[in-house]
């Protein structure tokens, strides 16, 4: 049986959660734009370097995220079967 009140509080809590990480995100955002357009000043061949970089960040993080992504599915799934503990 599914205690409600929990429930309540740990919905609440990942909303929380959801709101700071989405302004921890917005935040790192504008950063990064700013930041951008300072080396790009300095730097015409930033554009292309940083591509580059981006490509092969992308590839070494990907098993990570591949991971990640695979147990949050799992997480969804198990719920949505309403298969509760």
Request: glycine share 2%; aromatic share 6%; hydrophobic share 45%.
């Amino acid at each position: 049986m599914i205690n409600e009140p929990h429930l309540k509080d740990a919905l609440i809590s990942l909303a929380k959660a959801y709101k700071l990480s989405a302004e921890i995100e917005a935040a790192q955002a504008v950063e990064i734009g700013v930041l951008r357009e300072t080396v790009r000043a300095l730097d015409p061949t930033f554009s292309e370097n940083f591509d580059h970089r981006k490509k092969e960040a992308i590839t070494r993080t990907a098993p990570q995220f591949a991971v990640l992504l695979e147990k949050s599915e799992k997480i969804i799934r198990i719920l949505e079967s309403d298969y509760i503990c």
